[in-house]
């Protein structure tokens, strides 16, 4: 179906601005100057695609081969530094509970649509029959990006510390293959990231953990 | 031999089990949530073997296909988890002399299976004839999940600091391409993990290090 | 060209040292002992060629299978370790500008090799009419070592903070590729390989950096 097609590529590029922003957002905030912010932003957004590509034996990955995800983000990217800088921020800005909210946010949509599109991938071909590796591939695909810009960042990675990550990942994977079989494709990946974003916008506000040890 | 293959299997499975177990001791340790705790075992049990199967083109890697690796995993970071939490523990017996004790027979165990494991995945390929190749595939697949999980959780990894890390599973490696030629495979499995085993407790308890620069 | 493929071993071998010694000289710096040091330095040298191993698809990637680069990277590594050791030199030399200097240049030169030395990878088969896998697979390569070394280390990684680390990179593989329609290709190489050298050099004099959102 050429819809689907598009409307994949369509939340790809979603995902891939969304990725982008958090990543310059957390250079942002580390103070890194334009060249910082545009590799941890870049990193980010193509991060996940990249893992999923290694894992399954796509080479070179997608986005080696397709400049559009490289240059959407780096567009991006600018423009968000430009508002930045021309709105004279506070620095103050940068540790405000709107901005933590907006990262979370942007993450939030990554964290969806990468989940989603790595579910995507293995969805008409040969692997199709592997639900484990479906699920999995999906979880790694959205967790990835945000991993690499967290550990390139020095800071414990979100999936580690943050309220039910990766269960909104499993969550969005398994929705995806249910409704997969119920509703067209494109219905049902939207639906899958809207369920992701959810569960995180909500967990984030009312701070849904699991238990801990001690 | 369906003897070797299941002792193989079962390695791994030991192999596994200790790895998911050290990397859910450090996420507890770092007072992660149950989630944080099962992301970062599953992810140092199966981080050497995902590794070495990109290394030599397995596409997906086993860990995506066969379901039992996480899932073993997942019910030994569960029942760790039970046992802390119903004994009460005291938060101060994660500094104890006993859990480091612990952390590091883990550690040591998930070294040398995925040492010995990492070597006898190209033992009876076309890549046997490759030396060099069989020992550093060895070295990678068993540093690599405590690799992951110490740069993860934002420690210096042990392979850096640690008495001996690397020399203990190169020690097993050589010590497994020997062996084999002489012994049955099974045989010489074990032995060359129980080297491993036994290098790393004697080094951690006599403190064995190599020489400082300055 | 025989000449040509002699030329690119050559730039190789100048790269492995120069990537080895920065990762020595980080893991000195850090009070390593020696296996930490070799360690470190070794994983710094291959890791560039490892990842654009993966990413293009080779496999084994080719240091697993040429020991070359890993022996080599082992004796400077140990040269160097006996120099410090023999010189009696001060702790104090690790903090000084001099030892600074040292580092920057033989991350320069590591970088600038590897940038040409990933791009040069796909000059002569079927991907060759990508020109954005070309650059990007050249910043790949030239950037993967010190981030692994980086990221190892526990640092924010230089591609993130240091003075037009990745624009260096991208201008190195940019003036490969032009170069290489007009001159012979070893002379394209260095001259390219001179080009990243140069601008890392000036820029950590000059402190060149790109503006800050804040």
Same mark, same amino acid.
């Given at each position: 179906?050429?819809?689907?097609? +598009?409307?994949?590529?369509?939340?790809?590029?979603?995902?891939?601005?969304?990725?982008?922003?958090?990543?310059?957002?957390? @250079? =942002?905030? *580390?103070?890194? +100057?334009?060249?910082?912010?545009?590799?941890?932003? =870049?990193?980010?957004?193509?991060?996940?695609?990249?893992?999923?590509?290694?894992? =399954?034996?796509?080479?070179?990955?997608?986005?080696?081969? *397709?400049?559009?995800?490289?240059?959407?983000?780096?567009?991006?990217?600018?423009?968000?530094?430009?508002?930045?800088?021309?709105?004279?921020?506070?620095? *103050?800005?940068?540790?405000?509970?709107?901005?933590?909210?907006?990262?979370?946010? !942007?993450?939030?949509?990554?964290?969806?649509?990468?989940?989603?599109?790595?579910?995507?991938?293995?969805?008409?071909?040969?692997?199709?029959?592997?639900?484990?590796?479906?699920?999995?591939?999906?979880?790694?695909?959205?967790?990835?990006?945000?991993?690499?810009? +967290?550990? !390139?960042?020095?800071?414990?990675?979100?999936?580690?510390?943050?309220?039910?990550?990766?269960?909104?990942?499993? @969550?969005?994977?398994?929705?995806?293959?249910?409704?997969? +079989?119920?509703?067209?494709?494109?219905?049902? !990946?939207?639906?899958?990231?809207?369920?992701?974003?959810? =569960?995180?916008?909500?967990? *984030?506000?009312?701070?849904?953990?699991?238990?801990?040890?001690?």
């Amino acid at each position: 179906m050429p819809g689907t097609i +598009d409307l994949t590529f369509a939340l790809e590029m979603i995902g891939t601005v969304a990725f982008a922003l958090s990543g310059a957002m957390v @250079a =942002i905030q *580390k103070r890194l +100057d334009l060249l910082g912010i545009l590799v941890l932003g =870049i990193t980010t957004a193509v991060g996940g695609g990249m893992i999923r590509d290694l894992i =399954i034996g796509i080479h070179p990955p997608m986005m080696f081969v *397709k400049p559009v995800y490289v240059v959407v983000s780096a567009i991006f990217i600018l423009i968000l530094f430009l508002i930045i800088k021309v709105n004279h921020s506070s620095p *103050k800005f940068l540790e405000s509970a709107l901005y933590e909210t907006l990262f979370n946010l !942007m993450d939030a949509i990554g964290l969806g649509v990468f989940t989603v599109v790595g579910v995507n991938s293995v969805m008409n071909n040969d692997m199709n029959h592997m639900l484990f590796l479906k699920i999995f591939l999906g979880v790694i695909t959205g967790v990835g990006g945000g991993l690499i810009r +967290d550990m !390139m960042a020095n800071e414990t990675p979100g999936i580690l510390r943050k309220h039910v990550y990766a269960c909104a990942s499993i @969550a969005g994977a398994v929705c995806y293959i249910i409704l997969y +079989d119920w509703l067209r494709s494109g219905t049902a !990946m939207v639906l899958s990231v809207i369920l992701v974003v959810v =569960i995180r916008v909500l967990a *984030k506000h009312y701070e849904w953990n699991l238990p801990k040890a001690l």
